[in-house]
C-alpha cells in the first residue's frame, strides 16, 4: 500500500453515536473519539456558517445552544460526518478535518508543531554547535530560509555569514519574512560609540546578559546585529540560553524563582532620538509564564530596570535576593558562551529567551554593527506558510 493510501485508510470513518451531548466516532483503526456537539455545531462547516475565502466563522454565540443535540448523525458515502440538527440544518465534516482536531493528547501534542513551542535548551557546550549559514542562501532558497527560522525556534540562536559589509542587509533578511518591527530608534539602528550616547549600548563599557526593549509592552521577538566593522581590542558577544537557566533557579532556588515570576518590576527609556523625545516604561515580572507554568518570556534588563518597584520594604529586599542569584547563574560559564563577531557576520537570537551582552573595548579602532528586530509573529506566520508550500 502506498503512503499515500495508507493515510487516506488512517482517516477513514466508520461508524458515528450520540453519547448525551458529544459524538463519538470511530475510525477504522478501532479508535474512538469523542467531539463536543456544541462544538460540531459551532464549527459547521457550511456556507451558512463559515465563510470559505475569509475562513472566518459566520455563527454567533447567540445562534449556539450549548445543550443542543443532533437529530441523526451518520457517516455518509464520501467519508464524512453527516450531523442533522433540530432546525434540519445539516452539517457536513470531513474525516482528516476531525482528525487534526481530536480532542486526545496526541492530537493536541501535533497542533503543538504549528505553534512553535519545540525548544532546545543549551549551555556552555553551544560554544561549537551555533547553527551557521549563509547570507546569499537564505534570501534565494525558501529552504535555506525556513531552515534558518527553525534554528531560531528551536536554539535561539543562528549565526549568519558572508553578508555584505555594508547597511541594508537586515531589511533584507527582514524582507524574506515580512517586515522588521520599527522601535523609537527606527527600523535598524546603528550601533557606534557616540559622544553623548542616549543608549549604553553606544558605548565602550561592558554589557551585561540582558534582553532588549524591556520598556516595550510587545517586546520584539528576535534581535539581529550585522558586523560591518570591528577592529577594536575587546568587545566580545556573550550570550546565555535564560530558559535554561531559569530551570536551574527553580530546581535550585524555588523562593526566588516565586518571586522574579510573581513581582512585577518597572523598565524605562527616556530620551531623544532623531529629534523625537521618547518615554517608556512598561511593568512586568522578570520571568512571565503562562497558566501551565511554562516560561513564555524573560525580562530582564539591570540597565534600564527603573528604581520604582510597587511593592512593599521586605518583597523589594527579597526581589534584590533573587535577582542577584539569577544574574550570578546567567554569568556561570557553564551557562554561556562567547564570540567575537567577524565583519560579514549576522548574529541573530531569540529575544525573549537568549540574554546577550558585550565585554568592555577600546575606541581606538573601528566599530560598526547594524541591528534591527522581527516580531515572532511574522516569523512564525512565515513559518508556516512555506511549511505548507515546501510540504515539510
Not at 477513514?12 to 469523542?34: C, E, H, M
Not at 487534526?100 to 543549551?122: I, N, P, Q, S
Not at 554593527?369 to 511574522?378: H, S, T, V
Request: proline residues 2%.
Amino acid at each position: 500500500m502506498s503512503s499515500n493510501s495508507g493515510q487516506i485508510e488512517n482517516f477513514k470513518l466508520v461508524r458515528a453515536d450520540i453519547q448525551d451531548r458529544f459524538i463519538s466516532v470511530t475510525w477504522s483503526s478501532g479508535s474512538k473519539s469523542l467531539f463536543p456537539c456544541v462544538w460540531l455545531r459551532d464549527n459547521c462547516q457550511s456556507q451558512d456558517c463559515f465563510h470559505p475565502s475569509t475562513k472566518s466563522r459566520l455563527l454567533t454565540l447567540d445562534n449556539i445552544d450549548t445543550d443542543e443535540i443532533p437529530t441523526n448523525v451518520k457517516i455518509n458515502c464520501n467519508n464524512e460526518l453527516e450531523i442533522v440538527w433540530k432546525n434540519n440544518h445539516v452539517s457536513l465534516y470531513k474525516a482528516e478535518w476531525l482528525d487534526k482536531r481530536r480532542f486526545e493528547e496526541d492530537a493536541r501534542k501535533k497542533r503543538l508543531t504549528w505553534l512553535g513551542t519545540d525548544m532546545e535548551l543549551w549551555g556552555s557546550e553551544m560554544k561549537n554547535k551555533v547553527p551557521v549559514q549563509q547570507f546569499q542562501k537564505i534570501l534565494d532558497d525558501d529552504n535555506e530560509l525556513y531552515l534558518w527560522l527553525r534554528h531560531l525556534e528551536k536554539y535561539g540562536l543562528v549565526l549568519i555569514k558572508d553578508a555584505p559589509r555594508e547597511v541594508g542587509q537586515l531589511n533584507k533578511l527582514g524582507q524574506r519574512v515580512f517586515f522588521l518591527r520599527k522601535t523609537h530608534y527606527g527600523e535598524t539602528f546603528q550601533v557606534k560609540v557616540k559622544a553623548d550616547p542616549n543608549n549604553a549600548a553606544y558605548t565602550t563599557g561592558i554589557l551585561n546578559l540582558h534582553i532588549d526593549q524591556c520598556y516595550y509592552d510587545y517586546t520584539p521577538g528576535v534581535q539581529m546585529l550585522h558586523c560591518i566593522e570591528n577592529e577594536a581590542e575587546g568587545g566580545e558577544s556573550e550570550f546565555c540560553d535564560g530558559f535554561h537557566v531559569v530551570n536551574q533557579l527553580k530546581e535550585r532556588f524555588a523562593e526566588y524563582f516565586n518571586i522574579l515570576k510573581s513581582v512585577d518590576l518597572d523598565f524605562m527609556d527616556i530620551g531623544t532620538e532623531n529629534n523625537r523625545k521618547f518615554h517608556k516604561i512598561h511593568r512586568c515580572p522578570t520571568i512571565c509564564t503562562n497558566h501551565k507554568g511554562e516560561i513564555l518570556k524573560i525580562m530582564f534588563n539591570n540597565a534600564i530596570r527603573d528604581s520604582h518597584i510597587d511593592c512593599d520594604a521586605e518583597t523589594a529586599l527579597k526581589i534584590y535576593e533573587s535577582l542577584k542569584v539569577f544574574h550570578k547563574l546567567l554569568n556561570d560559564e557553564r551557562n554561556k558562551i562567547s564570540f567575537k563577531l567577524k565583519p560579514g557576520e549576522i548574529v541573530c537570537f531569540h529575544n525573549f529567551r537568549v540574554l546577550h551582552g558585550r565585554k568592555a573595548f577600546k575606541s581606538n579602532r573601528n566599530r560598526h554593527l547594524e541591528g534591527a528586530y522581527i516580531d515572532w509573529d511574522e516569523i512564525h506566520d512565515k513559518m508556516r506558510v512555506l511549511r505548507s508550500e515546501l510540504n515539510n
